[in-house]
């Protein structure tokens, strides 16, 4: 039952402060979609099946980059009863844009810890160059058979680094139908997640502080928490012998702490003068503000994935999937693979469009004529009107003792678009595309 809300994989794994969250999901679920692709058909004389994977990560312009080895060990019992055990350990280090549009002067913001600061030239994508951080994440499940139509699955999941912690616990229960052609599946997810941010929370839509002494620091909390519920039905049908067909409803419901606090929005000056569009002072200084967004979300979805073998032994999917949230988001996902078949090798070209539509309370700025007016606002790209492209190949080749290697390598470009500002503003690049490259080697055995 896939839920593609990430960039480029299927399964959204918990992960970094919320900060990074989006692209450290694009991280984890790619190594875990690809090992779940992947994983062998059970066989019940051999008591483990082990898959293994190794990720590398990297943006452009030096952002982002990552590292990740992950590890998944099927037990297994009989053909339907397994227990499941896996780990993930990553590494990133880069910047990302902290929200504030690019000015015609050197601009100077305060790290989230308070202690010191650090310049972006004039024009240049303003980046916090703060991001170093280390996860370690545990999962396991077990499934297993009630009687001939009945199965079940329930697990947890733990993850941790230094400023986000989340906690899991998941369960499942199948209906199967016709011989087993059709099943229909219930899914639940509940986790509840603890954010430690560096120097505390910052309290929301106020100005940016000079340093750790300044009192704002002071009137900041440790931490704050979040909780999330996920629920999704599908139906999976067996077409005919070569075609195999798919359709989920996702619902998904979050509350608490959902701010990202490390992200702020610049304000900018739309009186006339010399100034307009240019960065608006503030006691001398220019004006950022932390962003603030609501503390709930309600999220929808529906997925149509259909799997088709073709005569030579060719496999064709295809799948789409419509999101909608109480938020403004809309989004609509396309992915199509094709795996051509050699004998004991495979090659899968793949081609992966993701389009977006803005959050009602996405700014690309605020006014400095009515900024006080607003009760939430973000200039997290992520949250705005955005296009994705992903293409990619992957390899595999089966050894004579069942084990397999594969490896795949992806190019993804993402464009961002929205108001162009006026004045000043009008000549800065508010929205500079990003280009990615992802490289994964496994072996299953």
């Given amino acids: 039952m896939a839920d593609k809300d990430s960039e480029v994989a299927a399964v959204a794994v918990t992960k970094k402060n919320q900060k990074h969250r989006d692209l450290a999901q694009i991280l984890s679920a790619a190594s875990c979609a690809l ?3 992947t994983s062998p058909a059970v066989n019940a004389a051999e008591s483990w099946d082990v898959d293994s994977a190794f990720l590398l990560y990297s943006e452009s312009d030096g952002r982002v980059s990552a590292a990740e080895p992950v590890i998944s060990a099927t037990k297994n019992y009989d053909e339907e009863t397994k227990l499941n055990f896996k780990l993930v350990a990553d590494t990133l280090t880069g910047a990302s844009p902290n929200g504030a549009t690019p000015g015609d002067h050197v601009q100077t913001f305060t790290r989230p810890s308070g202690n010191g600061s650090y310049d972006v030239a004039a024009s240049e994508q303003p980046l916090d160059d703060t991001f170093r951080d280390t996860r370690i994440a545990l999962s396991t499940n077990w499934s297993a058979p009630i009687n001939r139509d009945w199965a079940y699955g329930v697990g947890g999941y733990l993850s941790s680094e230094h400023d986000y912690q989340s906690v899991g616990v998941n369960s499942s229960l199948s209906r199967y139908l016709n011989q087993k052609n059709a099943t229909l599946t219930l899914g639940l997810n509940l986790s509840n997640d603890t954010i430690t941010p560096e120097g505390g929370v910052p309290t929301s839509l106020v100005q940016m502080p000079l340093s750790s002494t300044d009192s704002e620091f002071s009137q900041r909390s440790d931490s704050e928490s979040k909780s999330l519920v996920d629920a999704v039905f599908g139906v999976t049908q067996v077409i005919n012998r070569r075609t195999i067909m798919q359709f989920n409803y996702a619902l998904s419901t979050s509350s608490g702490y959902l701010t990202d606090p490390y992200k702020i929005i610049s304000v900018i000056d739309d009186n ?9 002072q503030s006691n001398g200084r220019d004006l950022y503000l932390y962003e603030k967004r609501p503390d709930s979300r309600l999220k929808q979805s529906l997925y ?9 032994n060719d496999i064709l999917d295809l799948s789409y999937r419509y999101m909608f949230d109480d938020w403004g988001i809309s989004s609509h996902t396309i992915d ?7 004998d004991k090798q495979y090659l899968e070209p793949q081609l992966r469009w993701y389009t977006q539509s803005k959050a009602d309370f996405y700014h690309r700025y605020l006014n400095a004529s009515n900024y006080t007016d607003v009760d939430f606002a973000s200039a997290d790209y992520r949250l705005g009107d955005l296009d994705t492209y992903t293409i990619g190949l992957k390899y595999g ?9 594969y490896t795949r390598f992806s190019l993804y470009h993402q464009e961002s678009s929205g108001d162009k500002g006026y004045g000043k ?7 500079p595309s990003m280009d990615a490259a992802m490289f994964i080697a496994g072996y299953k055995f």
Wanted: proline content about 0%.
């Fill in 425 to 431: 503003l009008a000549s800065q690049d508010l929205y």
């Fill in 397 to 405: 080749y089966k050894f004579a003792d069942e084990t397999e290697f």
């Fill in 336 to 342: 199509a693979k094709y795996r051509f078949r050699f």
């Fill in 272 to 280: 006339a003068g010399a100034n307009f569009g240019g960065n608006f």
């Fill in 35 to 37: 090992i779940a692709g």
């Fill in 304 to 312: 149509w994935q259909t799997k088709y073998q073709l005569d030579n």
